[in-house]
């Protein structure tokens, strides 16, 4: 019975045979990783860029999205939870990475999303799809949590262009225990692909009670300032009652211009409001 590691995301599964890890979608089948949703995206969709949200990169361009089910985090507030947090993917249709490379510019797309779920759990998926889709001058873009491996993230700056990463709260502990991540990890991570010279924006979604204290957004904002630059942009987004906080209220939009105001006040030049 031969265990094998998962070197995919920083909670390095070990799996013995026939185990499927944290995510839901990785697999140890006969002493080898297998990547279950390896070709069975559960969403394609065509989305202005600035949906996903990137507002420096191909500004007024189309993306083609596209997510697949699982994830490698618990989160109580996700607003995708409906693919997230579920293992059961689509097999009726195979979309080997030609056929998305063809989808994405017969839509005139400018570029790839790998979206809606945490993309890096479906890594050996992008990272074919992605070298076509260089060789055919689209971009590619991922929108994560941050909790890439080591490696991954090191590869990364390879294949991706632009990054749309989370900082989700400024708690450790809420981050370990609700989340399951490693806020150190992905402040790492973010640092190191803004170092490798990559696109990088940053969103939080602002969720009443749970991280829009005074305190927080100044600490989320004195980190993009003094690792990630002035310049970085960050999205303050909404929250509206899903998943597991269904009790939680709406952002009132006061939260969030207070929230832009401290993060003004901290010298951040590109802070956006979202889901407003
Ligand atoms: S991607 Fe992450 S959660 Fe999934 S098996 Fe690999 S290490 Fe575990």
Same mark, same amino acid.
């Given at each position: 019975?031969? /265990? ?12 013995? +045979? ?6 839901g ?18 969403a ?5 860029? $600035?949906?996903? =949200? ?20 618990? %989160? ?5 939870? *409906? ?10 249709e ?9 989808l994405?510019?017969?839509?005139? %797309? ?18 074919? &799809? ?9 971009k ?12 991954? *993230?090191? $590869? ?11 900082? /989700?709260?400024?708690?450790? @502990? ?8 490693? !806020?150190?990890?992905?402040? @790492? ?11 990088? +924006?940053?969103?939080? #979604?602002? &969720?009443?009670?749970l ?10 904002? /004195? ?22 906080? !269904?009790?939680?209220?709406?952002? =009132?939009?006061?939260s ?7 993060? /003004? $006040?901290?010298? #951040? ?8």
């Amino acid at each position: 019975m031969s /265990k094998i590691i998962c070197k995919i995301c920083s909670h390095y599964c070990t799996l013995k +045979e026939g185990q499927i890890g944290f995510c839901g979608v990785n697999k140890n089948v006969d002493g080898k990783l297998v990547c279950l949703v390896y070709g069975y995206p559960n969403a394609i969709q065509i989305d202005p860029i $600035e949906k996903k =949200p990137l507002y420096n990169f191909l500004p007024h361009t189309n993306t083609f999205s596209i997510g697949t089910v699982g994830c490698n985090f618990r %989160c109580p507030f996700c607003q995708n939870y *409906t693919l997230s947090q579920t293992s059961n993917y689509q097999k009726k249709e195979y979309f080997e990475p030609e056929k998305i490379i063809s989808l994405a510019l017969y839509y005139k %797309c400018k570029s790839i999303s790998y979206t809606y779920n945490e993309p890096t759990i479906f890594y050996p998926y992008i990272k074919d &799809i992605a070298k076509l889709a260089h060789k055919k001058g689209l971009k590619n873009i991922m929108v994560s949590n941050g909790f890439m491996s080591k490696e991954v *993230t090191k $590869e990364i700056p390879n294949y991706i262009d632009a990054v749309n990463l989370d900082i /989700k709260c400024f708690n450790k @502990e809420y981050y370990k225990k609700n989340l399951k991540g490693d !806020l150190d990890i992905i402040l @790492e991570n973010a640092a190191n692909l803004k170092k490798s010279g990559l696109h990088l +924006e940053i969103t939080t #979604l602002v &969720i009443p009670d749970l991280n829009d204290s005074y305190e927080e957004i100044q600490n989320i904002a /004195k980190f993009i300032k003094s690792n990630l630059g002035t310049d970085t942009p960050w999205h303050l987004s909404a929250f509206h009652p899903d998943y597991k906080m !269904l009790s939680t209220p709406n952002t =009132p939009v006061k939260s969030l211009k207070k929230a832009y105001k401290i993060a /003004k $006040e901290v010298g #951040l030049d590109n802070v956006y409001l979202g889901n407003i």
